[in-house]
């Protein structure tokens, strides 16, 4: 297919690599010489490509990244499914992500793969590693599958090279990275629309299919129900306990608010409300002279979702379980250091994100150039706790007629400015 772009599609592109991602002079100026040393294989092995296509039989769809990345494709996986019913859908996905996605019956197949530059934080093992191995097995296998239609939806020239090196037929994702001219169908970037989860639903839009749900969900088997009521009854919660979880962990240790903070905030819920709270205790130890009320919990992952499933609100900072609970439908409240909110906040209106939004060398995608991340370390307990204390009132006021005076606030405050410096 050959590529042809309007002055506003251009326009659109030039203003993304702006808006929608962070990537420096260097990078940018290699993903475009790589796309110019490929422009001579593209431009003779496009003369063999299909000039139409017919309606799918077999989907891949490229998401290797994170258990957070692979819930807010979510959306798109189930509209996709709804638009090709009878399509085999294969996901190329990390094996992370096969305990919660093999549940989902979003998709037919899962193809595990590490991918050196999503599986490695350190930049030299990105480019040494036995990963790469793997990959290219992965890429021979793929080539002899031959897939009707793709989907890749980071913007990245390598993602768009996986589609074309695995002979997809037709390939549809973003080109304003660069390495457009290895899609058959490069959508135009929608500047307003921003968050991630957009970023996918804008390919199907592309292809003219409307969107029939926007939402994240997880579905949990009756098993799971059952190990989380069980669980909760020999931890003498009842049913009409109040739920609190805190997961204070972290991917990486640049985006943990701290351990000790959280048990402060905890520790301040459980003097102003008569609740209940959970410690997921993989996000870090509670203090042993913690209050009673306070549950440590350590659990595998599928039953971590089951219980978490039961909170009616979750204090966490921006990671995974973040985006199990806006899945979930539970509340959260999440304290955001190195990356944008606007690109992979929880999905919904029933969040509540705390962040220093004078920091301007945001995002950095975890690589931080300071001693520590300041984006975190100056954010106030006050303001984590305010924004808990608001969310829980509001709860408690939309169950005003069956709440008693034990359930009722006992302390609350207005908001704080998070400023200060050392934080409290």
């Known amino acids: 297919m050959k590529h042809k772009h309007s002055k506003d599609h251009l326009a659109a592109e030039a203003a993304a690599r702006a808006c929608l991602v962070r990537y420096g002079a260097v990078r940018l100026f290699l993903s475009r010489f790589m796309e110019l040393l490929l422009r001579p294989i593209l431009w003779v092995a496009r003369g063999n490509e299909e000039g139409a296509f017919d309606e799918p039989r077999s989907i891949l769809v490229v998401e290797y990244w994170n258990l957070g990345d692979f819930l807010m494709l979510t959306p798109f996986l189930r509209n996709l499914r709804l638009h090709y019913p009878q399509a085999h859908i294969a996901l190329l996905s990390s094996p992370r992500t096969i305990p919660i996605a093999e549940d989902q019956g979003l998709v037919d197949e899962i193809i595990p793969v590490d991918i050196p530059w999503a599986r490695h934080m350190s930049r030299w093992k990105k480019y040494i590693s036995k990963d790469w191995g793997n990959l290219l097995r992965c890429i021979m296998s793929l080539r002899t599958r031959?897939?009707?239609?793709?989907?890749?939806?980071?913007?990245?020239?390598?993602?768009?090279?996986?589609?074309?090196?695995?002979?997809?037929?037709?390939?549809?994702?973003?080109?304003?990275?660069?390495?457009?001219?290895?899609?058959?169908?490069?959508?135009?970037?929608?500047?307003?629309?921003?968050?991630?989860?957009e970023r996918w639903l804008g390919m199907l839009e592309h292809l003219k299919k409307p969107i029939l749900s926007r939402?994240?969900?997880?579905?949990?088997?009756?098993?799971?129900?059952?190990?989380?009521?069980?669980?909760?009854?020999?931890?003498?919660?009842?049913?009409?306990?109040?739920?609190?979880?805190?997961?204070?962990?972290?991917?990486?240790?640049?985006?943990?608010?701290?351990?000790?903070?959280?048990?402060?905030?905890?520790?301040?819920?459980?003097?102003?409300f008569s609740v209940r709270i959970l410690w997921f205790q993989d996000g870090g130890e509670p203090d042993s002279e913690c209050d009673r009320r306070l549950v440590p919990v350590r659990l595998p992952l599928k039953e971590f979702l089951a219980v978490l499933s039961k909170c009616d609100l979750l204090v966490c900072n921006d990671t995974g379980p973040m985006h199990m609970a806006s899945a979930l439908g539970v509340p959260v409240v999440a304290v955001f250091g190195p990356?944008?909110?606007?690109?992979?906040?929880?999905?919904?209106?029933?969040?509540?994100?705390?962040?220093?939004?004078?920091?301007?060398?945001?995002?950095?995608?975890?690589?931080?150039?300071?001693?520590?991340?300041?984006?975190?370390?100056?954010?106030?307990?006050?303001?984590?706790?305010?924004?808990?204390?608001?969310?829980?009132?509001?709860?408690?006021?939309?169950?005003?007629?069956?709440?008693t005076s034990t359930t009722r606030p006992k302390e609350i405050r207005g908001q704080h400015c998070n400023s200060e410096w050392p934080p409290n």
């Open 215 to 272: 939402k994240p969900e997880l579905q949990l088997g009756q098993e799971q129900r059952a190990f989380a009521e069980r669980f909760l009854r020999e931890q003498g919660i009842a049913t009409t306990d109040i739920i609190v979880g805190f997961h204070t962990g972290a991917r990486n240790k640049v985006r943990e608010w701290g351990n000790h903070r959280f048990l402060q905030v905890a520790q301040r819920l459980l003097n102003a």
């Open 146 to 197: 031959r897939f009707d239609l793709g989907f890749t939806g980071r913007a990245d020239i390598r993602e768009n090279f996986l589609l074309w090196a695995g002979r997809v037929r037709r390939r549809v994702g973003y080109g304003f990275a660069f390495g457009g001219e290895l899609l058959t169908d490069v959508v135009r970037p929608n500047l307003v629309r921003t968050h991630y989860s």
């Open 339 to 403: 990356t944008q909110p606007e690109w992979f906040a929880p999905i919904g209106e029933k969040h509540r994100i705390v962040i220093r939004r004078d920091i301007w060398c945001r995002p950095c995608f975890d690589y931080c150039i300071f001693d520590q991340p300041y984006c975190l370390r100056t954010i106030s307990i006050d303001s984590v706790y305010n924004a808990a204390a608001e969310m829980l009132c509001t709860y408690m006021g939309l169950e005003e007629a069956e709440a």
